[in-house]
């Protein structure tokens, strides 16, 4: 403060200037390309799929595909003529996305009054009009097919679910969820090590976990040749739709 | 007792059934990888010198990112069961082909086993290896009667236009 006889004004510091996060900017750094749009390895002509990412794109700059993996609980409007106002909502968890190109599927399921329901959806089917996800969360494993044989609880979602903002752009959270199972038999025999599951707590005695380690293959980590490097294949293909989308 | 059809379907499958299972397979193979580190240059039924070929090429794009990779390591201590030839595979063949993008073997046809089974061998070897050079076919020999005629028939003509 100005105490004293001190003719001089003091020299004017200006405030500290504001640090101005753009959050347009830290969303457009994380990429996440839908795992559709890479082409399986075969013998196909890569023609085939350019033409259908053609398509793809054109579909989703009408119509807007969130980004979402399994595990996610979403809610698709799909065009039914013989609804009341012909339209359709299911709410359900993703539990495997399948299929390349425009034939692209997701998997929805939840327990309906005591009823589980599973209803395949295709990503890019005219007939869908709206997909909402409502919340945002990744699982252990990429495929929750286990869902069927575990207890009802872990499948019902609320139809009526408020969808849960989520205002980080950065990462997706993990469920580290370890899901309990009804007793056996199950559909698939989960305790093997060819489905590689994580997500599932197993309540099975020692000698069964072991004996179903009979199966395992150590060999199969070792196969070079069945390995399949996509990252030069999505860096091209992520550039091509990120450029024709901005179009 | 039904026996499953598409066991018989090969539509579409890359890998050739050798030896007596998949296990068996990967050793069969392993033990060729191995004698191709070591002695550059080998003989060996066509079908698995050709199934060794993409594992020898693969191995040689992990042996590439170095060996402080801890994946690059873990693969070659698989596939290489006599160890002395870890410390080959980063230290001489890795530099080697360090230049070069894809390509490092060469699978050339022999004339057939001597033994009772008549097979289809094949040499396989590593390129720039230091041992003498095998004959490779060349195709646009000068030497050709056809290739004889037209070098002929192109002078002739050659000095018809010149005159």
Avoid at chain 1, 29 to 49: A, C, M, N, V
Avoid at chain 2, 63 to 90: C, P, S, V
Wanted: aromatic share 8%; proline share 7%; glycine share 6%.
């Amino acid at each position: 403060s100005r105490a004293g006889g001190d003719g001089k004004p003091e020299k004017f510091q200006p405030p500290p200037k504001p640090v101005i996060i753009d959050k347009q900017k830290q969303r457009a750094e994380r990429r996440f390309l839908s795992p559709e749009f890479i082409p399986p390895r075969g013998r196909t002509d890569p023609l085939k799929y350019y033409m259908e990412r053609k398509d793809m794109i054109q579909r989703r700059k009408v119509f807007n595909i969130p980004e979402f993996y399994v595990g996610h609980v979403l809610a698709v409007t799909t065009a039914d003529p013989y609804a009341n106002n012909k339209t359709n909502r299911f709410v359900g968890i993703c539990i495997q996305r399948g299929g390349k190109g425009l034939g692209a599927t997701f998997v929805l399921r939840n327990v309906i009054e005591d009823q589980g329901v599973e209803i395949c959806y295709e990503l890019y089917s005219p007939r869908i009009q709206a997909i909402e996800v409502l919340k945002l969360e990744k699982r252990l494993d990429d495929n929750l097919m286990y869902l069927r044989d575990a207890l009802p609880e872990y499948s019902t979602f609320d139809v009526n679910m408020k969808p849960v903002s989520r205002l980080d752009h950065e990462e997706v959270p993990v469920n580290k969820l370890q899901v309990r199972m009804k007793p056996k038999p199950w559909s698939k025999r989960w305790e093997r090590p060819k489905f590689n599951i994580k997500g599932i707590k197993f309540e099975l005695p020692e000698s069964k976990m072991k004996e179903a380690q009979k199966w395992s293959q150590p060999w199969l980590e070792f196969d070079m040749l069945r390995e399949y490097d996509t990252s030069k294949i999505e860096e091209k293909i992520w550039k091509e739709v990120n450029e024709e989308l901005k179009k | 007792m039904r026996l499953s059809v598409s066991l018989l379907i090969s539509h579409g499958r890359v890998f050739r059934r050798l030896g007596r299972g998949p296990r068996h397979r990967l050793d069969l193979l392993r033990n060729l990888v191995t004698a191709l580190v070591r002695h550059e240059r080998i003989e060996a039924p066509w079908a698995r010198a050709d199934e060794m070929r993409g594992y020898a090429e693969r191995l040689i794009d992990y042996a590439k990112r170095g060996d402080t990779d801890e994946r690059a390591m873990r693969m070659a201590n698989f596939w290489l069961t006599e160890k002395d030839l870890i410390h080959k595979l980063f230290k001489v063949l890795a530099p080697r082909f360090q230049p070069h993008p894809g390509a490092y073997t060469r699978l050339l046809q022999i004339p057939n086993r001597d033994a009772l089974d008549r097979a289809k061998m094949a040499v396989i070897e590593l390129k720039g290896n230091p041992l003498p050079p095998l004959a490779r076919p060349r195709r646009d020999s000068e030497k050709t009667l056809l290739n004889q005629l037209l070098k002929g028939y192109r002078e002739d003509s050659g000095l018809g236009a010149a005159e």
